[in-house]
């Protein structure tokens, strides 16, 4: 057999990413918890998954725009409320919400149960963003609302100043 012929066999271990309940990154911003299931290593960079355990009471970002990436979010358990524009949507678990690129967005859990959800990001740009987040809270150093503006505009992300 020839070398050429043995590369285009398929591989006895092909390179599948399995991520058991207890696998994967975790990241810790103040009250949610995230757990980095697939950073875009796997995909060729074009899909990043997290889930996120979004605590009671919990306010999320400053409303905001993504310039290159969607962002879905399908809720596993408990009400999250997202607020797109002007629009406020309850999402109870089953619920799915696709965010294009441009579309302004934030979401927050405001029950008093934790809430889960599964977040994507395509492409998985938007990961690293959360990272550096952590970091600067690892640092010691408070997460002002301008630290978390100058972080998202490093991956081409601006408050929706205009809804403010």
Do not use: C, W
């Not at 899909?47 to 879905?72: F, K, N, W, Y």
């Not at 399908?74 to 678990?93: I, M, N, P």
């Not at 149960?113 to 994507?120: C, N």
């Amino acid at each position: 057999m020839t070398e050429k012929a043995k590369t285009s066999e398929p591989q006895a271990d092909p390179a599948v990413s399995v991520v058991g309940p207890y696998d994967g990154e975790t990241i810790v911003l103040g009250a949610t918890r995230m757990r980095v299931l697939e950073d875009g290593s796997h995909t060729g960079h074009r899909l990043a998954i997290a889930e996120s355990v979004l605590a009671p009471h919990t306010q999320g970002p400053p409303q905001h725009r993504h310039g290159q990436h969607d962002e879905g979010f399908y809720v596993l358990s408990g009400t999250v409320r997202f607020t797109v524009g002007d629009e406020d949507y309850d999402a109870a678990a089953g619920t799915l919400v696709m965010v294009p690129p441009g579309t302004p967005h934030t979401f927050a859990n405001l029950t008093d149960q934790p809430a889960v959800m599964l977040s994507t990001f395509t492409p998985d740009l938007y990961v690293q963003y959360f990272r550096d987040l952590q970091e600067v809270l690892a640092s010691g150093q408070p997460l002002t609302p301008q630290a978390n503006i100058d972080t998202m505009s490093r991956y081409a992300t601006q408050p929706a100043t205009d809804l403010a």
